[in-house]
């Protein structure tokens, strides 16, 4: 650890900045090894494409509640895949008000090739959250900690000076 390691140093002040630092890193190293098999493709795309390829056209609103995310940070990486020709939208037949997403013939063959290397990063990921000691289980549980009271209800409750 740096000296000027903010973030480890903070400990728990520093969460956020924590977590940001390790998710950046992880989407770092993921798209070096995309880049390193000469992969037109990025970790943040991982969980719309697989989504799609597992489940197959899903609207916006649809993908942001599955993947836990914003409607926001969807549209930034649908834009993206877009971009790629990974992805399409189109209307849903059955809500003409409703846009549905779906893979391209290319984001189809992308997610063919992929997948044998996402089942094992996903066997990397495993054995890294063994070695850490179970971090998935601790994050499972800071997320339910999070939804029983935010950290503005928490803030409340602290003696502010």
């Not at 480890?8 to 090894?33: T, V, Y």
């Not at 003409?96 to 779906?102: D, G």
Request: proline share 2%.
């Amino acid at each position: 650890m740096s000296t000027h390691d903010y973030p480890a140093a903070a400990g728990s002040a520093a969460l956020g900045a924590r977590l940001r630092r390790l998710s950046e890193r992880i989407d770092r190293e993921a798209d070096a090894i995309y880049a390193a098999r000469a992969e037109g493709f990025q970790q943040r795309w991982f969980g719309v494409v697989n989504q799609l390829d597992r489940h197959g056209p899903m609207g916006g609103v649809e993908l942001a509640q599955t993947l836990g995310v914003s409607q926001a940070a969807i549209s930034q990486v649908v834009g993206a895949l877009k971009a790629a020709g990974l992805v399409t939208s189109g209307g849903d037949p059955a809500d003409a008000r409703r846009r549905v997403l779906s893979l391209t013939a290319d984001g189809v063959a992308a997610a063919q090739r992929l997948r044998p290397l996402w089942a094992a990063l996903d066997d990397v990921a495993r054995a890294l959250d063994a070695e850490a000691g179970g971090v998935v289980a601790v994050l499972d549980r800071l997320e339910t900690a999070l939804d029983r009271a935010g950290l503005a209800a928490r803030l409340v409750v602290c003696a502010i000076k």
